[in-house]
Each structure stands twice: as C-alpha cells, then as structure tokens.
C-alpha cells in the first residue's frame, strides 16, 4: 500500500490548543471527525485536559459535577494503596474489574483548515459534557452528512457507561443533542451517509462483558434517532493484527464495487492499525470483502510514541476521486493525515 | 408483605414437559412470560433441555447450528483441564474471562390453563433458535399486550454476545420475529402497555464490560422495533438485597400513583428476590420511588433447592383490581405464582 503522510504531520498537537480550564493541560488533540463545508475542512477534534500536576505524589482525576454542571476535581495520592495507577489514562480501584476515574476529561472543538493541512482551532468547546450521561466526557466524534446536515456521533462516559450519542449541526457554529442512541457498552459508531433501499444504517462496536467480543454489528433506523434489527458484521481474527478489538473508523464511504469501511483493529500488544472491509451497495449487512493485512500502520514517530503510542486511529477521511485523505489520531495524542488510493485499497481486498 | 403461595407450587416442572430432542432431558421449565387471551391464562414458558448424559466423565454442549438449523451435541471430558465445570449451566474455557457453551439449550413453549393454577402444555415450541444470534438458544420471556397484539421480548444466545430480540403474535399459534431490538449485552426488557405521550417505552438491563453496571436503564420508541434516547433509570444498591445485579421483571403496571415495575436483583450470594419501583405516569424516566425491602423472597422449597438454587425470578404478572397474581421461575428450575396486594405493595414504597 502506498501512503503518503503529509510533511506537515502531525498536523494538531496538544501544544496547538489552549485549554479551556484553568490550571489544567491539553494532553491530546486526537481522533477527529473531520468534513467539508463552504470551502474549509472541519476536524471535530477530541481534546483532553487534565489538571496540571504540582505536586509530586498526586494524581487528579476530573468530572464534570451534574447538578451544577462544574468540573469537578478529586486529587488521589499515587502512594494509596487502594488504587492501580499502571495504566496512565485511568484510575482502577484494586479488587475491581474496571477502572474508576478517567486521569483527563474530554470534549469536541473544531479546528478549520483551507488547505486540509494547516488548520486554526476555534476558542470554546463545541461539544462540552452534559448532564449524567456525560460525567467523565465525550471522545472520539465520527461525522456523517446527510441531506445538508451534519450528524455526529460520539462516545459518551459516565459511571454508567460508554454509550453512543447522537448530535447535529448544520453550521458547526451550533449543536442540537439526540440523545443517546446506542447503550453501553458501545462505541464506534458510523452512520451511511444515505438511505439504503429506504432505510437508515449505522455499524457500532458493542462490548459485551459475558460471551462475545468487541466485535462490528449494524442496525437499521428510519430516523437517526432510535435503531433496530441488530445483526452481527464482522468478527476479530485471533493471531492476526485485528485480534483483540475493532471498531468502525471512518463513515462508510460509496464505491461502484460497495461500501468501502476504514475500520481499526488492534492486536494483543494494543498496536492499533487501519485496514478495510467492503459490504453490499444495496443490503450492507451483506460482507463482500475483507484487506488480509492494514492499510496503514504505525510507522512514523508520532505514530509510535505519545500518550499511548502505538496507534492509527481514524474517525474520518475525505475522498476526492481515487484520493483518499485518511486523517487519524495518533498515540492518542495528535492528528496526522495521511493519502491512499481508493483503488489500491479496493484491490488489496479478499473476495469471502 | 403478605405473600399467598398457591398450594398447587410449583405450577409447572421439568418432569410436566416432554422433551422435544431425542436423547435430551428437560431440566427447566422456568422463567415464563404470562397473559390472558379467550378465558385462558397463558405462559410462555422458557424449556431448557440437555443431552442425557450416558457416560460418566463427559458433558455434552448443545447448539443450533446456523447452516443445517439442526441441534448439535459436541462431548467434553470432564477431566480435560482446558475446562472449567464449576458452573453447572455453563463450560468455561480457562483462561477465558467468560463460558464458551452453555449445558443446556433454551426455547420458549406455551403453557395454557383455565384456573391460572393447572396447565396444558403445548407440544411443540412457540419459537425455537434460529439464525446466528440464537445458536445458543432463547431465554426468559416478556410479554405485553398493545391494541390486541402480544408483543414477545427474550434473550437472544449467541457466541457473538446475549441481545434481546422482538416476536408479536396476535393468537399465540404462529409468531412472527421483529429482530434484534437491543444489541450485546443486553437482557430483561419490558415494553410498556400503551404509549405515554405519544411514545412507546421499554426498560433493558445493559451489561457493560468496562464502567457501569448490570442497571436498568429506559429506551424510547415510535413503532417498538427501533429504539432511542436511552437513559439510566435504576442503580444497583452496594451491601442491600439488589446489591449485584438488577434487572425489569413483570411488564410495567398501570397504577393511579404511577408506573409499578416489579424487577429482580441478586445480592453477592447469587440470591435473586423480587422489588418494586414506582416511575411518573406522565415521564416514565422519572423515578418516584423504590421499595426498600424486597417483595418476595425464596423461602419455600421449591424456591431454595433446584438447579440454580435460592431464586425467584418473575417475567409477568396478571393484575386483577388488588391482586397482582405474580407467576415467577424458582430455581431456574420451575413455575410458581403467589398472590400479593397492589396497595401492600404500592404502600412499602419509599418516595425520594
């Protein structure tokens, strides 16, 4: 596979963004959506800042407080016993089975750009946490246009869960929330871009705690809104480079040959790549094909070290003819760009 | 709580059901769904059945496979150490967080009777697995009449994860399925009665691997095969009776207080009793109140000592003026159905 990554890359980094919180630290500007509107490329990035760290033994975790709608912040002295501080992006209670605080809090802020490569990050927040859904944040916005409006879909955290909510703009100036339209544990969410024969798809990434795995599924909807008939897409492959999860990547993109899915997968040692699968232009619950190998992973620097490195993770692309520019997260830190063929994606793919 | 246990308990056992499988047994005949259609008093019960097992050292796993939808027995050695048989419902692989088979395979078969205490049990199944989301089988059955349709949710068992899947029928002779209408994890759903506010309700039991846990949460819909805006309803209560695990049992019953849902909840011990909340007549995602004390407890025999013991497990209730006929699994085992007072329990309620 040809990919060619922009000399610019990493095209957003933490240190481009002022945090919106006093005495707190932007730590990453990753994973954004990413569309085209009036001339300039929108990234919906995804910013998480934590508290900055004066002392020495101290770890602060963030929440946004329900009732009064404040970040909240909770110091956690790393020498207690009680917790497991192993992992830097959680807080897991020893003798639990899942982590407790998140070490960052985030939410979605547009970054607007002319020429796809040197962008300019608006103020505010677009996408701020709100109400109990959304405690611990929101992360990892996909976009998908349909009939003149913007739909986004995003992951949102709380003590309850990992959901899916649903929002729209037509301006990215304002935002309408839809509620959540995917319940825990659930993310990865991409909408089609289109009614097909009549009906509204999405592919989402359920976790199940007991049997099953962190797997691709689609649903139906004739709204947007509430979704149904759920059916099993595609699995993990144990042993190969999308063996512990995957998720859906960028929105489903229209080919003559199908649906053409950049999904990501991730391996045993947490390396995260891109690779692709094509489903049926007229029922894409049908799977056509499957790439054996990624079509990008990490190679360059910024993709193997940061926050978490390691990792090509991509919430959106633009296609232009056989253009594809695959822009991604990367180390769960900033965002690079990258371009690919469509044609040589489409023809690294197994026919099933 | 005055509690009257109808002397006939258990109602239903494994012994009053012919097996549908040669060389199989049935081991449950639990978890019904009830309603009443022409004068009778119908259950949907949930059959679970397992192979007769000849040899001593071998466990024999059942599925359906999805090519030929023909039952399937595969034989594991009870010494092999690649196994874990702790659990008596399920095969675990060691080293794997959750089972791979079940012992048993479930299906839903109709029970009918004119006095709600002695039944005619149907000869075939209702609705038997079928397709790659049941391989495993389908449990634990709802049902809630809307405008003279009786519409079935159940548990739907697969290796790709435990979902919840829709059926209506209008003559409980033939069923027609609606397909999967809460995705992995997912379990315990009821539909309320009628639309509130133009909107049809469900509340579901999510099971999230990472935070959040096995809670009840709410679903909106327009036409009961899609579903949105989900939000969380019901937490577990850590060192009290529900403490472990929660989930809706009866579906919603219409009071002049409110909507009274009658769930199960499980404590540390595995013990499953029945509770009682109280949700807005006019907003259903509005919790009222919450019955502080359990409504029905194992206690009878047949309630302690069965193939999963100490458990009462209610999928439906008949309501007539004060009395609430609440017919509920014991022991994952059988049938059972005792009376209580809708005041009794509407006045053990504390308000918040």
Excluded at 172 to 197: C, H, T, W
Excluded at 340 to 348: F, K, Q, T
Aim: charged share 25%; with cysteine.
């Amino acid at each position: 596979m040809n990919v060619y990554r922009y000399e610019e890359n990493p095209l957003i980094t933490p240190a481009d963004v002022r945090p919106l919180h006093e005495n707190f630290e932007v730590i990453g500007a990753f994973n954004a959506a990413v569309t085209e509107l009036d001339g300039e490329v929108i990234m919906l990035l995804r910013v998480a800042e934590r508290p900055i760290m004066e002392e020495p033994n101290m770890v602060k975790v963030p929440w946004i407080d329900v009732e009064s709608g404040k970040l909240t912040v909770h110091a956690i002295d790393t020498r207690d016993s009680r917790y497991d501080l192993r992992d830097p992006r959680v807080v897991q209670e020893r003798g639990k089975s899942t982590w407790s605080y998140l070490t960052s809090i985030s939410y979605l802020r547009i970054a607007r750009s002319k020429d796809g490569r040197h962008f300019d990050i608006d103020d505010g927040a677009f996408l701020y946490p709100s109400g109990n859904l959304e405690i611990f944040g929101v992360e990892d916005p996909r976009i998908t246009a349909i009939d003149g409006a913007y739909y986004i879909t995003y992951s949102a955290i709380s003590p309850a869960g990992v959901g899916v909510g649903l929002a729209v703009t037509r301006d990215f100036r304002s935002v309408e929330r839809m509620g959540m339209i995917f319940p825990p544990e659930n993310k990865d969410v991409v909408l089609f871009p289109e009614r097909v024969g009549g009906t509204y798809y999405a592919l989402h990434r359920p976790v199940p705690k007991g049997v099953g795995g962190p797997e691709i599924w689609i649903a139906e909807s004739q709204d947007l809104r509430h979704w149904g008939n759920h059916r099993h897409l595609l699995p993990l492959r144990p042993g190969q480079w999308d063996s512990t999860r995957i998720g859906a990547g960028a929105p489903p993109i229209k080919t003559p040959s199908g649906w053409l899915e950049l999904y990501h997968g991730a391996d045993e040692r947490n390396r995260y790549c891109m690779g692709a699968i094509l489903l049926d232009l007229n029922d894409p619950t049908k799977l056509l094909a499957r790439a054996e190998q990624p079509i990008l992973v990490p190679e360059a620097d910024y993709e193997r070290v940061g926050f978490f490195g390691d990792v090509v993770f991509s919430c959106g692309a633009l296609v232009s003819r056989d253009i594809v520019k695959l822009y991604y997260g990367v180390s769960d830190t900033s965002m690079a760009c990258a371009e690919l063929r469509l044609s040589e994606i489409l023809g690294a793919l197994t026919y099933l």
